[in-house]
């Protein structure tokens, strides 16, 4: 069974970090891009970030540095380093398999974990 499980949300104050794990079972681990979406309250997903089986990044323009994701394909996960945390970071985050390197079309969804900023 392919399979996609997040972890490391959390409540944290703003400012703080987390970084958040995605383990990912049932296929061959670096042979595809991985992406995370986040979901605000009251709102609709919002693309973070995505890394290709062999390392290349790439970001939204609102994560400003503060985020950085990584992958240890030895392990079968993906990480989202979050620095900085706001108010409006506070969301559930969702890792995803690409159907392939950079098709930008997922098949695979992890269940969420989530995190809250707050005072």
């Known amino acids: 069974e392919v399979q996609l499980v997040e972890s490391g949300g959390g409540l944290v104050q703003p400012g703080g970090s987390l970084k958040l794990s995605c383990a990912g079972s049932?296929?061959?681990?670096?042979?595809?891009?991985m992406t995370w979406v986040r979901q605000a309250p009251g709102k609709g997903p919002e693309w973070v970030s995505a890394?290709?089986?062999?390392?290349?990044?790439t970001y939204a323009d609102f994560v400003k540095g503060r985020f950085t994701i990584s992958r240890d394909n030895a392990k079968n996960t993906v990480y989202l380093q979050i620095n900085n945390l706001e108010l409006n970071d506070t969301g559930v985050y969702y890792c995803a398999k690409d159907v392939g390197n950079w098709r930008w079309s997922y098949d695979v969804w992890g269940q969420g974990t989530q995190v809250t900023v707050s005072s």
């Open positions: 049932g296929f061959t681990f670096s042979w595809y891009s």
């Open positions: 890394i290709s089986g062999g390392g290349t990044t």
